[in-house]
């Protein structure tokens, strides 16, 4: 087949409730779709979500950066599966800070060669390991009665579970939600809210309340490398990096620091930059966490739980279907596939539907010449 046509289209689409974490808050997803047509007429699509205080990307420099790296893949002949996924890596070599936007075409490529040639994005990853991975829920700041919400998780029987932190009432809610799930460890993701005398302060402050907690997620600055050692040596709670980690260079700076990695697809360059930092990660004994980003359309979605059932290393999948129930709608056919679909379907296996593009499009498609 031959790259004949990429677009780039911006979808925003309200959310059902405001979502907020000490980093950021906000009421609709604001994504990039890619969409890359072959010669004969077959389509993939990918999703950029760019995420300034993340990977440093901002919707305005996307759209800006993807024209010039588009046209170097038009025309471009793809005579097989292997041959994208060479087109994927080279791509991934080359884009720095980019990493949103090379996940995006990553994906998008992948897609619609798979369709094309018959091959499940799956195969890109290795055997399937394992069934389905269970859900891990996230507590954000917008649950008003977290006692009332954690007894709903305890009679659901769910045990994967992380709280937001980085409020002045965190020791409040963390002490309601431990009284009613006493024997789970909850993981604590702060998003850079502190320094690191006042993480270790509330995290000491914390431990001696009675809460159990598991880790602690990003409880500093990304760029405070040294403040993330100095928490974990000083509390004892294991470190789990977040924002500190996009790049493959990033996990190599992290190895002595971190005790976790938290693993998205959307900021990691897409699923082959997400499993070399986890290949690197597991041979130094890294722990790893696998999850989606607030806002994701069901197409990044599809491709964490691809991604999670291919690759060794996780326990559950944070925020899995939590977009679904999030976005007041999503641009796939049918939003469920992106957890049921089979496989072995071929590219992502999910539909995307012209007409939920149209509806929530902003302005009209950029098309690369």
């Known amino acids: 087949m031959k790259i004949a046509a990429i677009e780039l289209i911006r979808v925003v689409i309200p959310l059902r409730a405001a979502f907020a974490h000490a980093s950021a808050a906000r009421a609709s997803a604001d994504a990039i779709l890619v969409r890359i047509s072959c010669d004969e007429g077959i389509q993939g699509y990918g999703e950029i979500q760019p995420r300034k205080y993340v990977t440093g990307e901002t919707h305005e420099g996307v759209l800006a950066s993807a024209v010039p790296r588009a046209a170097g893949w038009l025309g471009t002949s793809v005579p097989d599966f292997a041959a994208a996924l060479g087109l994927c890596n080279a791509a991934l070599d080359q884009a720095g800070r980019e990493l949103a936007l090379a996940g995006g075409f990553e994906l998008a490529l992948l897609d619609l060669a798979g369709r094309r040639f018959g091959v499940p994005l799956a195969s890109a990853l290795g055997p399937v390991l394992r069934d389905p991975l269970p859900a891990g829920v996230v507590i954000g700041f917008e649950v008003t009665n977290v006692a009332r919400h954690a007894a709903m998780l305890r009679l659901s029987g769910r045990r994967h579970i992380k709280v937001k932190v980085g409020r002045d ?9 431990a009284s009613v799930l006493p024997d789970v460890a909850l993981r604590l ?25 598991a880790s602690i997620e990003q409880p500093v600055p990304a760029a405070d490398l040294a403040g993330l050692r100095r928490v974990r040596v000083e509390t004892g709670v294991p470190v789990m990096a977040d924002e500190s980690l996009c790049s493959l260079d990033d996990a190599r700076a992290l190895l ?58 996780f326990d559950c999948l944070d925020g899995k279907a939590q977009n679904e129930h999030l976005l007041s709608d999503d641009v796939l056919e049918a939003p469920a596939s992106a957890r049921d679909a089979p496989l072995d379907t071929p590219g992502l296996g999910v539909l995307v539907s012209d007409h939920k593009l149209t509806r929530w499009m902003v302005g009209s498609p950029i098309s690369v010449k």
Do not use: P, Y
């Open 189 to 213: 993701d702060a998003n850079e809210a502190w320094t690191a005398d006042v993480a270790i302060a509330r995290l000491q402050a914390l431990s001696a309340a009675g809460v159990n907690i």
């Open 169 to 177: 009432d965190d020791e409040t809610r963390l002490r309601a939600i």
């Open 256 to 313: 002595d620091v971190a005790d976790v990695f938290h693993v998205r697809i959307g900021k990691m360059g897409g699923v082959l930059g997400a499993r070399r930092i986890v290949e690197l990660g597991l041979s130094h004994e890294i722990g790893m966490q696998l999850g989606t980003m607030v806002g994701e359309t069901g197409i990044l979605g599809r491709a964490a739980e691809i991604f999670g059932r291919c690759v060794r290393g």
